[in-house]
């Protein structure tokens, strides 16, 4: 089954626009079934020959790609979502590419599969609302200009968290500069040090940098001095809290409760209750502070040894040969009991 066109006008469409495109990817216009050459107000341009056909398209030809950076979504809000759709359709096309190297508009007889660009939520709350169709854009488009679609798009979010809008602004930045994260946060780390007037290497006027400032004045969200100090850092959270909120497992405001329980083992339970029990934030700090008063927040033993290397590692203590001598045999006695304990 080929796409059709629609018998019908598209909620939300207006004749020979396709400016949602333009601004996700910089560009003033693309016009229907023609390619464009604008500069891309970004910096690299990766949007040369975009075409794109309006349809009304089968759900059951559209999948998901394994790329898409959104992860959680408010189940009341698609409820809501759902409802208004069931009333008003949608006003807004989701934006599909071809898959399987099938064209547009061919005669090929099995049934063209479609990959999402953009519009994740509405495809899940019109399956919700129990559509079998949904209005489409379908562009033609490569890898490149498909991811930076889907980030634009999603960093345009309302309830976009501080975490996810972080790694969106980043894989954005390793796409137009391409470069790796590291390379960009480390040029970030450059860019504001030299702000600052802690380095001399002129950064701030090269190519690159430029480029940067462009990303975040057209996103138009954060600027990139307070992304470089209030965002990054965010990287930082413990491991398995970033991973449930990569996931989509847990809202930030919780996962960020959550990560100031220090002891690994404490932390870990407090997140399994958390999901499984969808615990507000207040029940969260409740518990939290109810482990706080019972004393159940001491430091863990794996802990306690680390801290305790680190604090060998970094003394002055090595200056002092008296000082020296008893650390040493300290860790003698330490090793023939430790040996004694594991045997």
Known sequence: MTPKKSDKPVVGMKKNDLNLVGKLVGRNNISNNTTTNSNNSTGVDNTDNITDFRRILSLAHIQLSSEQPRRYFDIQKLDNLAESIRKHGILEPLLVRPVNGKNIGSNNASSPIYELIAGERRLKAAKMAGLSEVPVVILEI??????????????????????????????????????????????????????????????????????????????????????????????????????????????????????????????????????????????????????????????????????????????????????????????????????????
């Open 142 to 343: 490569d890898d490149i200009s498909t991811t930076q679609i889907r980030l634009i798009e999603n960093l345009q979010r309302e309830d976009l968290n501080p975490l996810e809008e972080t790694e969106g602004i980043l894989q954005l930045l390793t796409i137009e500069l391409t470069l790796s994260q590291e390379e960009v946060i480390s040029l970030l780390h450059k860019m504001q040090n030299e702000e600052k007037g802690k380095i001399t290497q002129n950064v701030l006027g090269n190519d690159e940098s430029k480029t940067i400032k462009a990303v975040f004045t057209q996103l138009g969200k954060i600027s990139w001095q307070s992304f470089v100090s209030t965002r990054i850092p965010l990287l930082k959270l413990p491991p398995d809290i970033l991973q449930v909120l990569r996931e989509g497992k847990l809202e930030y405001t919780k996962a960020k409760a959550i990560a100031k329980v220090k002891d690994e083992e404490q932390r870990a339970k407090l997140l399994e209750v958390t999901i499984t029990c969808n615990l507000s934030l207040n029940q969260i700090k409740d518990k939290i502070k109810e482990l706080s008063e019972s004393g159940e927040t001491k430091t863990s033993l794996k802990e306690r040894i680390s801290n305790t290397f680190s604090r060998l590692k970094t003394s002055k203590a090595f200056n002092d040969p008296k000082k020296k001598q008893k650390i040493e045999k300290l860790l003698e006695k330490w090793n023939k009991d430790l040996d004694k304990i594991l045997d």
